[in-house]
């Protein structure tokens, strides 16, 4: 089942970049390197939520990371 689902984000992501890369011909090198960077950061995560679903999310990563400024601001 986890085979099938990185199998499955894989041809997404694949697609996705197929679809992409002829407009980005015409931008800049950073934006190529932007949409690359965001890509593999998203097919990473993906990957990682589909081996293991209960990891915590992304906003549950912000907020352990601004709690203690919160904290330290409010008082």
């Known amino acids: 089942m986890i085979v099938a689902a990185v199998l499955g984000i894989t041809v997404v992501l694949a697609v996705i970049t197929l679809c992409e890369w ?5 931008s800049g090198k ?7 960077a965001i890509t593999v950061i998203g097919g990473i995560m993906a990957v990682l939520y589909a081996i293991n679903p209960d990891l915590p999310g992304p906003t549950q990563w912000i907020d352990a990371v601004f709690n203690p400024l919160r904290v330290m601001f409010s008082g």
């Not at 002829?22 to 015409?26: A, D, G, S």
């Not at 950073?30 to 690359?36: P, R, S, W």
């Open 22 to 26: 002829p407009n980005l011909k015409q």
């Open 30 to 36: 950073k934006e190529k390197m932007a949409f690359a």
